[in-house]
């Protein structure tokens, strides 16, 4: 059995997503150890969620650092010394330097509400309503220095109701991605997702496609 994951998570946000990754935690469904929740803002919901859970916390103010990469390059050594061998992008809302996360190539995560390569970047809710999409979803990814680019590990699709609104689509989302982002963490805490000659392997083999949330799970393409 392999050793727990050492997970560091980067929020901006309210933190439902780090949430949901400690609830498998304590149901045993993911085997991790969360070793830092760190974020661009002092305010956000998921360092809160960290303290009760006395998850290390760190804050690094973006106004603080002459530009992007400076900012990028002092957080993501700050990742590097908490121990970290997997990073979690759960609502991180800032472009990542390329330079600064190089070094993480295939160890660092992202959850992004569209179905990539659909709506890379803000306002996926209202760009897929407004583009008269049929389904929408959340897409779980290895990232690239490519803002949204790099490989989609697994999706979680989601059929669009008739005349919803922007706010009632992304409700309905949430849940989906509560599950899709633990389950495809879980994959990488077996050591059964793996970055491997420049793209993501399952089991020993390239992934082709996408895996696909169901009921049961993910499941291959
Ligand atoms: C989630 O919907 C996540 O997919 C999205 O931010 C929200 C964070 O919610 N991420 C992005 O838009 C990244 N580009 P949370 O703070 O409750 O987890």
């Known amino acids: ?28 469904e993911l085997k991790a150890e969360f070793v830092l929740v760190a974020s661009d803002r002092p305010d956000a919901g998921a360092l809160r969620l960290a303290e009760a859970a006395a998850i290390p916390t760190l804050v690094l103010d973006p106004k603080a650092y002459p530009d992007r990469r400076a900012f990028d390059l002092e957080l ?60 929408h979803g959340a897409s779980v990814h290895f990232v690239t220095a490519e803002l949204d680019g790099g490989p989609v590990l697994a999706q979680a699709v989601l059929p ?15 849940p989906l ?16 997702l793996v970055w491997r000659d420049g793209g993501p392997w399952l089991d020993g083999a390239p992934l082709g496609a996408p895996m696909r949330l169901s009921t049961q799970g993910l499941e291959s393409a």
């Open 1 to 28: 059995m392999p050793s727990p994951l050492r997970i560091a998570v980067l929020a901006s946000g309210r933190g439902s997503n780090l949430a949901a990754l400690l609830t498998a935690r304590d149901r045993d």
């Open 76 to 135: 993501f050594g700050k990742l590097a010394d908490s121990g970290a061998e997997l990073i979690v992008l759960a609502g991180f809302m800032r472009i990542l330097d390329g330079e600064a996360i190089a070094p993480w190539t295939g160890r660092m995560l992202n959850i992004h509400p569209s179905l990539l390569p659909k709506y890379r970047g803000l306002h996926t809710h209202r760009r897929a309503l407004e583009a008269g999409d049929l389904e």
């Open 160 to 174: 669009i109701e008739p005349g919803e609104d922007e706010q009632r689509l992304a409700q309905r989302l949430l």
């Open 177 to 192: 991605e509560h599950r899709l982002l633990p389950a495809v963490v879980a994959l990488v805490a077996q050591r059964r």
